[in-house]
């Protein structure tokens, strides 16, 4: 089963208007780590946004916010007013094995706890 | 300051040959993951390092997929025999290793075997 999906391939939104990316997770894990990465057409991978499983605070990075839903597994991205230069693939990524001790964050060991796993991509174009 | 470089950008070779591609991470950072961007598809773990420890090669494809690094530094991914089913983009991320960090990922690598 896919541990990461995005159900949605592509869409498309007007500049300055909001929108939402769908991310859902599977994991058996109390604690992990949920991204979201920016892939544009230059095809280099650029961090958004990061939510903890024990955050109790939705995060957000300026225009960026996550819609954290824990008991329905689910990450939403939401782009606020949305700018042409937002156009590009949208991927949603899973860290498992996050484990908070006393505020302290560890983790399993090697790639268990390491690796990233990514759904397979939203593209968004946003049109002026 | 610097992020983290990948080279070549673009390597085109002909199947059957050996090809390596090359990372250098941010300076500081002690994990450096390597994945894979086939078209129009998500990102596919391949290998971790992290510190001085044996690096974890569970994603690795085949064998006849292998990767080092060096000083706990630049990484090399080399790939022997290459297929056409190997081309893709190849991406190489570092991280400081500790605490709740996120990956930052270089520009990629680009192969075409023809």
């Known amino acids: 089963a896919q541990k990461i999906t995005q159900t949605q391939p592509g869409m498309f939104v007007q500049e300055k208007e909001a929108v939402t990316l769908d991310c859902t997770y599977d994991?058996?894990?109390?604690?992990?780590?949920l991204f979201w990465y920016k892939q544009p057409s230059s095809g280099e991978m650029i961090f958004l946004i990061y939510?903890?499983?024990?955050?109790?605070q939705n995060a957000t990075e300026g225009r960026y916010s996550l819609n954290f839903q824990k008991a329905r597994k689910s990450a939403n991205l939401v782009i606020s007013a949305s700018q042409l230069g937002d156009s590009a693939m949208y991927f949603c990524?899973?860290?498992?094995?996050?484990?908070?001790?006393?505020?302290?964050?560890?983790?399993?060991?090697?790639?268990?706890?390491?690796?990233?796993?990514f759904g397979g991509g939203t593209r968004v174009l946003v049109k002026p | 300051g610097a992020g983290v470089s990948q080279s070549p950008s673009n390597k085109v070779t002909e199947k059957g040959k050996d090809v390596e591609l090359r990372c250098d991470p941010i300076?500081?950072?002690?994990?450096l993951y390597w994945y894979r961007q086939s078209l129009g598809q998500g990102l596919e773990f391949l290998i971790y390092?992290?510190?001085?420890?044996?690096?974890?090669k569970s994603g690795l494809p085949s064998d006849r997929f292998s990767a080092e690094r060096t000083g706990g530094s630049v990484s090399t991914l080399t790939i022997q025999r290459t297929q056409q089913e190997d081309s893709a983009v190849y991406l190489c991320?570092?991280?400081?290793?500790?605490?709740?960090?996120?990956?930052?990922f270089g520009p990629g690598t680009r192969l075409t075997v023809t």
């Open positions: 991320a570092s991280s400081l290793g500790t605490g709740a960090d996120w990956q930052y």
């Open positions: 994991t058996s894990d109390q604690s992990y780590g």
């Open positions: 939510q903890g499983s024990y955050d109790e």
């Open positions: 990524a899973m860290r498992e094995g996050q484990r908070l001790q006393a505020q302290l964050w560890s983790r399993k060991s090697g790639a268990a706890g390491n690796k990233l796993t």
């Open positions: 300076s500081g950072h002690t994990a």
């Open positions: 390092f992290q510190g001085n420890s044996a690096p974890d």
